[in-house]
């Protein structure tokens, strides 16, 4: 159980750091995610076919996937543009409103009537996004790309939760990553055409970059967390993914000396983005142990 545990938290540095590289790596955001998911199938299907598992799957179901993967590379595109756009603590910060999309987004396209508790707690994270919106002009096109991300996380998670429900996590991965690197190769030379950039090939120390980010912190965070899960609970691992943003700051700082760009409106801003964090697990700890109780 020792072990699961520094597993679980090796993963959660690990999708901290998918942030850092968006900083590090010189390609823009578009070019950035087309590679990521490049490379992450590329080298996900070798792993595969070298361990006999190659998924098989119709084309219709390859194609729910596939649109599927397309969600995620949007995610990916605005929260890395978010990071250039202002930097790693911003992107991350802002990446707390997935759950006020997720509690109006999930009832919505579910049919059932929306959580007041879920909307109350994540109107919080808002007021936290806002604290730093109002008062921290510097970051604004990065918050506003922060908030879209979030909004396409949470529209990517409840549409993933549907999809892969009849399918093994190993072909949700395979043709997540095959079909946003089709669909966004479509939408690339428009992008490109809009948004110009000087150098559309990634350079050595890029290249490097997006082999660690894809072997690392994309597929060896998927075969961490399928081996924590046989272990820890998903409900205790998906608490502890609440701290993913904290490391990517505490790195942030450590790396790139952020501290200097952010000032007291982001750390009140911050603050109140963990107050909310605290009072969603609280709620769901006690809601976890009064159903345990009742049984």
């Known amino acids: 159980m020792k072990q699961a545990f520094i597993k679980l938290h090796i993963s959660i540095i690990l999708a901290g750091f998918t942030g850092v590289f968006g900083k590090l790596i010189s390609l823009n955001e578009a070019l950035l995610v087309w590679n ?28 729910k996937i596939g649109g599927t993967g397309f969600l995620l590379g949007l995610h990916w595109i605005f929260f890395y543009g978010s990071i250039k756009a202002s930097n790693v603590s911003i992107g991350v910060v802002c990446f707390s409103l997935t759950g006020l999309f997720t509690a109006i987004l999930e009832p919505l396209m579910g049919h059932r009537r929306i959580s007041v508790r879920e909307l109350l707690f994540s109107l919080v994270a808002l007021c936290g996004i806002l604290l730093i919106f109002h008062f921290d002009t510097r970051h604004r096109t990065g918050i506003l790309l922060g908030a879209g991300s979030a909004f396409l996380a949470a529209l990517f998670t409840i549409t993933n939760k549907k999809v892969g429900i009849r399918h093994a996590a190993s072909t949700m991965l395979l043709y997540e990553m095959l079909g946003g690197f089709l669909c966004i190769s479509c939408i690339l030379p428009f992008y490109l055409h809009y948004f110009p950039v000087q150098n559309i090939l990634p350079s050595t120390i890029d290249f490097l970059y997006l082999f660690i980010l894809s072997l690392f912190c994309t597929i060896g965070l998927y075969l961490l967390q399928i ?61 976890r142990r009064a159903s345990n ?3």
């Open 227 to 287: 081996q924590v899960l046989k272990k820890i609970s998903a409900f205790t691992v998906n608490l502890s993914y609440n701290l993913e943003p904290v490391y990517s700051i505490i790195l942030a700082m450590i790396i790139f000396n952020e501290s200097k760009e952010l000032n007291f409106s982001f750390y009140a801003g911050l603050s109140l983005i963990i107050l909310s964090v605290l009072l969603q697990m609280g709620a769901v700890l006690k809601i």
């Open 293 to 295: 109780f009742s049984t």
């Open 36 to 63: 990521r998911m490049l490379f992450t199938f590329i080298l996900f299907f070798f792993i595969l076919l070298a361990g006999k598992k190659l998924p098989k799957a119709s084309v219709l179901d390859v194609a």
